[in-house]
């Protein structure tokens, strides 16, 4: 019997599942300290949840469309929505297997996670009366579920679900729901000796049940959670105003169709069937769970205070020994471009830039693309005060940033109240380039620094997402950003730009010319090397690039994070290709680019993904990195993750990814902690090489006292 030829492509939703695996392994892992171990647990929970509402969501509308058409991989939305439902239910019975094990060895140490009141102590319980009475109980209501009558239940929200007795003999029960709202705790934090104990809030509400209903006989109380279709786009073209239609999209995501309706397994059947019938769920939606709902709010454990034996030891940012935080920026950004890596480096010099270019009498303007941003974002602030300060501020503030639309419709109104020009997008497009334009006034003319990066303006993220960004103050680089902003700002098409590439426009085209020189150099029999790294590569054409360079002998080598439709290592199409993924303590996001051209080695980062969504349905740019020192370190940063044998996986031919492991006596290599200790190591070198001042300690003239 013939063997059946591998497929070209994996398919996309497997390949996110089998990333989401791999953060779910980083759980698993037994060296690492338990509320690590936790955190990751919280991740793939939040991960599965935003899954679940965009990918599943998309692919139950296909079904209910009954399209039929096959995606790269071979399968029609029908198979592809089976295999997903299957691969979903295993990850969610693997989750809470892990959590288990976990709640049973932090237990061990001091940090409890329980679910039964009977196993508290007398005092813990009457504790817990007290909160409920102080805390929860005036918050509370309950809700009667009324045939009939519609009731909009907040998605990812967790409710109890009230099964009471029939008011009179003959007549049919009855149900109700009390929402656990956004001002109630998820776990509350009893006191414990030499520890703490943390309650989900719904143990404690089910335990004072009879409280919201005097009179009834109450014969069930469970938690159910329900998740939302959020595969909703706004419809631009039927929306004359953005800021509007936003709004609108948000209040009709909340009232979506239900796809996935969860219920602790205790609950009866009676109470499920009557919750999938009011929901219009059936039964491939529902999913009985074994455990507290809502993993991801253990996010909220794993920063409790104290534990912190329990905890990695801290990484620290620590300070670019390019840039000096006490002197302005320009004039160190005039002697030399600057390269960051985050978050092994502060994200501080970025927020200063655009804080300097605020204060600073010779800016005249700055321009600045903001996708997501922290919740008291100082660069925020920065621009608020230069537009209320008279200089030319232009934001361009993605409102179609999903699941942040609600933040950066109040960022921008604040920025448009202050006097700033905002641009709400592009029409048709998403804004995703990351970009901050500084125009100043100096005495041989204007000129112009810049800031491109690969990660958002968001000094939380910047300590948890591992990116690069990179300064510079280059005339052509400086004259294509002007260019750029003139466009989005505006109605017209970008000029040819010079340096920089942008989606939808050239970034593709640019990439598979580079691919196609490298083939072309290759079957020359010249040396050919291509390097990529990003979060995800579901292009085909992109895909079909590298499967010839792979057969005319190029090396390539992959680094990527998520979703990789690439089949590597298979004879006769991509035998030259390999492919890592690392996961670690940071989220890897940063995206880097390397050509060896024939050793005039082409370095570039960018904002984009290899996705079509990236290249075709966004604003993206890729930036040439055009200095010897920040070409040199990207370099360096590529090639060590393809070094990493600690946290590192690759892709094998059949989908199935292999953690990589040092072998016999060879140095164990993980990138990141490789990283922060060069950044620690560059940090001393300048401490050390610092001139040492003597400063005496002078006494303050007294002043006298008016009597």
């Known amino acids: 019997m013939k063997k059946k030829p591998l497929l070209r492509f994996f398919n996309r939703e497997l390949s996110w599942l089998a990333f989401n695996q791999r953060v779910l392994d980083e759980g698993l892992d037994a060296s690492l300290p338990l509320l690590e171990r936790l955190k990751f647990l919280a991740i793939t929970a939040s991960n599965l949840d935003e899954f679940y509402m965009v990918r599943v969501g998309g692919l139950k509308l296909m079904v209910a469309e009954h399209l039929r058409q096959r995606d790269p991989s071979g399968l029609t939305p029908l198979q592809q929505l089976g295999l997903v439902t299957r691969r979903v239910r295993q990850m969610v019975a693997d989750q809470h297997k892990l959590l288990r094990t976990l709640t049973a060895e932090l237990s061990a140490a001091g940090f409890g996670i329980q679910g039964r009141l009977d196993a508290l102590t007398p005092e813990q319980r009457a504790w817990l009366a007290r909160e409920f009475d102080e805390r929860l109980f005036p918050l509370l209501s309950p809700v009667a579920l009324v045939e009939g009558r519609e009731y909009a239940f907040c998605g990812l929200r967790v409710h109890c679900a009230v099964r009471l007795a029939a008011a009179k003999k003959g007549e049919p029960e009855r149900f109700a729901v009390i929402p656990l709202g956004p001002k109630i705790p998820r776990f509350l934090r009893a006191p414990a000796p030499g520890g703490a ?112 034996s329990l905890r990695d030891e801290p990484w620290d940012p620590v300070p670019s020994p390019e840039v000096d935080l006490k002197e302005s920026i320009f004039p160190q950004l005039a002697e030399h471009d600057i390269l960051l890596v985050h978050p092994y480096e502060s994200f501080d010099p970025v927020v200063k830039l655009v804080k300097d270019a605020a204060d600073d009498p010779d800016v005249l303007a700055i321009k600045q693309v903001l996708y997501r941003t922290a919740p008291n974002s100082q660069i925020v602030e920065a621009l608020i005060r230069a537009a209320q300060a008279g200089k030319h501020v232009t934001v361009l503030v993605e409102l179609k940033a999903r699941f942040d639309e609600a933040r950066n419709i109040d960022q921008a109104r604040r920025l448009e109240k202050a006097g700033a020009q905002v641009v709400y997008g592009v029409r048709g497009l998403k804004t995703h380039a990351k970009i901050c334009l500084v125009v100043r006034r100096e005495n041989q003319g204007i000129a112009r620094y810049m800031h491109f990066g690969t990660g958002n303006y968001n000094e939380r993220t910047a300590t948890l997402y591992s990116d690069v960004g990179y300064f510079t103050c280059q005339e052509e680089l400086g004259a294509d950003a002007s260019d750029l902003f003139n466009a989005v700002a505006g109605y017209s098409q970008p000029h040819a730009l010079r340096r920089l590439d942008m989606a939808p426009f050239t970034i593709r085209t640019s990439l598979l010319r580079m691919i196609a020189n490298e083939t072309a150099r290759a079957k020359n029999r010249q040396k050919a090397l291509i390097m990529l790294k990003m979060n995800a590569l579901t292009d085909q054409s992109l895909i079909q690039a590298l499967y010839a360079a792979s057969r005319a002998g190029v090396k390539v080598r992959l680094n990527i994070r998520g979703i990789c439709c ?131 300690h002078q006494r303050r003239a007294q002043t006298r006292k008016q009597t």
């Open 197 to 308: 104990v943390f309650v989900p809030v719904e143990q404690v509400v089910s335990s004072q049940i009879g409280r919201f209903f005097e009179g009834c006989t109450v014969l069930e109380c469970v938690p159910f959670r329900i998740t939302r279709n959020a595969d909703i786009e706004l419809r631009e073209d039927a929306s004359p105003d953005l800021l509007v239609g936003m709004q609108e999209l948000l209040d009709e995501r909340r009232e979506t169709a239900c796809i996935r309706l969860e219920v602790h397994r205790s609950a009866s059947r009676a109470c499920t069937g009557f919750l999938a019938a009011h929901l219009g769920v059936d039964r491939s939606d529902f999913y009985p769970v074994d455990g507290p709902l809502d993993l991801s709010a253990l996010h909220g454990l794993v920063q409790a205070e104290g534990f912190d």
């Open 566 to 696: 690439l089949r590597p290592s298979v004879p006769g199409l991509s035998e030259n290709i390999s492919v890592v993924s690392i996961v670690d303590r940071f989220l890897e996001h940063a995206r880097i680019f390397y050509f060896l051209d024939g050793g005039n080695e082409r370095v570039f980062i960018s904002s984009a993904d290899g996705m079509p969504r990236n290249l075709d349905k966004r604003v993206e740019l890729m930036v040439p990195v055009l200095s010897d020192s920040p070409k040199r370190r990207l370099q360096k940063i590529l090639k060590l993750y393809f070094k990493d044998n600690v946290k590192a996986h690759m892709l094998m031919p059949d989908g199935a990814y292999l953690r990589c492991r040092s072998e016999g006596k060879s140095a164990r290599i993980r990138s990141q902690r490789e990283l922060y200790a060069e950044a620690l190591a560059a940090e001393h070198r300048i401490e050390r090489a610092r001139p040492t001042f003597l400063e005496p």
